[in-house]
């Protein structure tokens, strides 16, 4: 069974702060997915990283594919209260590409900016 | 708006009862997705279709069923009702088959199971 795990799973930051957080396992994926979830809403993609080691900014958001696809890092830099949600790093597994697919999704990561 | 609509928003029922729950994927999108969000388990892939056929299973209990019809849309079955149900449930839609490819989520169906 592959397993995604998020860390740490809450998280309560003062605005213009610095945060990581970290989606570990230890099965390989072919790519892997960030999305950004509001109360009361479905969550919304930020990013899919796909080759080993990539990086990917998004504005203040960076995003890490680690070298062996088992792993991946979200970094916020100087956080601000808009980038409160939940945070969620989700798994595309080798094999289903074009057959049918379903993500693995960690159990997310709770953001909160305090102003 | 991601264009994914689901119906209802907010469902309460009883254990045991039977609920049927609906979805209109993205304008040109074949690909739906069905998923449940709990506090304990978090977001759980249950099934996927794609232009009308089942592709894709995941934690689908056999209490729970969907369907694609030819319009697209999706219905999501859900019956004999147990407390544990209780989640939200979402529904994504994508343009193509596979899960690489980036999925639009709808805004949820609460259901709470009294």
């Known amino acids: 069974t592959q397993l995604l795990e998020q860390s740490p799973q809450f998280l309560s930051i003062q605005e213009g702060e610095n945060l990581t957080v970290y989606c570990n396992s230890s099965?390989?994926?072919?790519?892997l997915q960030w999305y950004r979830q509001e109360p009361g809403e479905g969550p919304v993609l930020l990013v899919t990283?796909?080759?080993?080691?990539e990086v990917k900014k998004l504005k203040r958001l960076t995003f890490q594919f680690g070298d062996a696809r088992k792993d991946s890092s979200l970094h916020i830099t100087a956080a601000q209260t808009g980038d409160t949600g939940l945070y969620l790093c989700?798994?595309?597994?080798?094999?289903?590409?074009?057959?049918?697919?379903?993500?693995?999704f960690g159990q997310g990561t709770e953001l909160s900016v305090k102003p | 708006d991601s264009g994914v609509t689901q119906t209802p928003k907010h469902l309460i029922t009883a254990t045991g009862q039977r609920v049927t729950l609906r979805c209109s994927p993205r304008?040109?999108?074949?690909?739906v997705y069905w998923y449940q969000q709990s506090l304990d388990q978090g977001l759980q892939f249950l099934i996927q279709y794609y232009n009308g056929e089942e592709r894709a299973k995941g934690n689908i209990l056999e209490r729970f069923s969907a369907q694609q019809f030819p319009d697209l849309h999706s219905e999501l079955n859900l019956s004999s009702l147990e407390l544990g149900d209780s989640a939200l449930y979402f529904c994504?839609?994508?343009?193509?088959?596979?899960?690489?490819?980036?999925?639009?989520f709808g805004p949820g169906t609460r259901l709470t199971v009294l």
């Open positions: 989700a798994g595309v597994s080798w094999g289903v590409y074009n057959q049918g697919g379903k993500l693995i």
């Open positions: 990283v796909v080759t080993g080691g």
């Open positions: 304008s040109g999108d074949l690909s």
């Open positions: 994504a839609s994508s343009a193509r088959t596979s899960s690489g490819n980036e999925q639009f």
């Open positions: 099965s390989v994926f072919s790519s």
